[in-house]
């Protein structure tokens, strides 16, 4: 047989694997993975349950049921302020997954050098994605313990051969915000040197403490240059839905949509038709989903405390940055095995989101989810305590 693709099959068990595999096994809690253990919106899923028996079940437009494109330029209008023709600017994919998969293979040329620039510690999938797409990682990284944009750093990552920048604000893992000025920085160098921004935003809904999201497609001319991602899967609580939807200037959606048609042509109606009627919500939906998070987030991070961990802020996303050094651990892997089996809890290692190319990511960092009920979160605080305790 002829060779397989090397990027593709050298590709590991993931750490996710893993460690979901051993919170299995040990029938731990599992803060590792990213997902909220209560379903979203009953109102929604029952649009989407009431869509799929009146039907049509065939296939919807490549690029959306008109409703849900129309919702989601409705949408960043009221959010944002950006106005997006939902004929030609919007796409719908399966998830902001897709999306990405999309965008990398419109945006960058195999074997051209297409770089794409990316901040770690990232979404794991972006590396993957980017060279499968035949693209270059060029990782950036942010400074612990606040996760600081390094614009020397940036600078020294962007060369002749860049196509695009991934940006991923509120960031998964460490629940960064960007502040206007690190998109300021951002938007500089995309216009400088004649960049794409492929913006995923999927945790647009989940900025804390007031913190208003702000997407980079609202700075001056940078429209023209980015990509926005969203996802019903995170704004709606329903990450197994896989619906998401990209705003973009024409030539950029196009591109999009001309990958988009071979990967999977479209998505679920029914679904589609649920999201649109979750997008039209009032603004106390959206509200009320990063206040409930946030409650979350405090409830995690007193406990995590309480039981000896540093706790990082998080600034949104469904994601808690602990410092395990104040325990007297400096191997990050080490401890997410040893706390998944022993404590049973699971956790996901910070240096997991690092690109292979970075010799030395932090190794005192895990990520815990506390897109979790009260009861878990408190049971999972309570096991670490009693094991850090032992
Ligand atoms: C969950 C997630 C995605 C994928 O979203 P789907 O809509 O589930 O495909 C993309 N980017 C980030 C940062 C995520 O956390």
Avoid at 12 to 35: C, Y
Avoid at 75 to 104: C, K, N, W
Avoid at 209 to 230: C, F
Wanted: glycine fraction near 8%.
């Amino acid at each position: 047989m002829k060779d397989l693709n090397p990027v593709i099959t050298g590709r590991k068990t993931s750490i996710f694997e893993v460690m979901s595999r051993l919170a299995i096994e040990n029938d731990a809690i599992n803060l590792g993975q990213g997902f909220p253990d209560t379903d979203g919106p009953e109102d929604v899923r029952r649009v989407a349950a009431e869509a799929t028996v009146e039907g049509p079940n065939q296939y919807p437009p490549m690029m959306g049921v008109p409703a849900l494109r129309q919702a989601a330029a409705d949408a960043l209008q009221r959010h944002y302020g950006l106005s997006y023709d939902p004929g030609d600017e919007i796409l719908v994919t399966a998830g902001a997954t897709e999306a990405l998969a999309a965008a990398f293979s419109a945006f960058l040329t195999p074997g051209a050098g297409g770089e794409a620039v990316i901040f770690e510690p990232a979404y794991d999938a972006y590396f993957d994605m980017v060279e499968g797409a035949g693209g270059v990682v060029k990782p950036v990284p942010l400074t612990a313990p606040d996760w600081a944009l390094d614009e020397d750093a940036l600078d020294a990552a962007i060369g002749p051969e860049t196509k695009l920048i991934v940006l991923n604000t509120p960031v998964n893992p460490v629940g960064k915000v960007f502040t206007q000025a690190d998109l300021e920085a951002v938007a500089k160098r995309a216009l400088e040197h004649d960049l794409i921004v492929v913006s995923d935003e999927v945790y647009e809904h989940m900025c804390f403490d007031g913190r208003r999201h702000r997407s980079i497609a609202a700075l001056p001319e940078m429209r023209e240059r980015t990509v926005r991602m969203g996802s019903a899967g995170k704004t709606f609580s329903l990450t197994g839905w896989k619906v998401g939807y990209t705003a973009g200037p024409p030539e950029l959606i196009g591109a999009m949509a001309r990958a988009h048609q071979y990967l999977t042509f479209a998505t679920p109606p029914s679904l589609q038709k649920a999201v649109a009627y979750g997008l039209n919500k009032d603004t106390a939906y959206f509200d009320g989903l990063a206040a409930d998070m946030q409650a979350s987030r405090d409830r995690l991070a007193r406990g995590l405390t309480e039981a000896g961990f540093g706790v990082l802020p998080a600034e949104g996303t469904y994601f808690l940055t602990a410092d395990i050094a104040p325990l007297g651990f400096d191997d990050d892997v080490e401890f997410c095995r040893r706390i998944a089996s022993e404590a049973k809890v699971a956790g996901v290692p910070v240096s997991a989101f690092y690109h292979a190319t970075n010799a030395a990511p932090p190794s005192n960092f895990v990520r815990f989810c506390f897109a979790k009920q009260d009861t878990v979160l408190d049971a999972a605080a309570d096991r670490l305590k009693s094991w850090i305790d032992r």
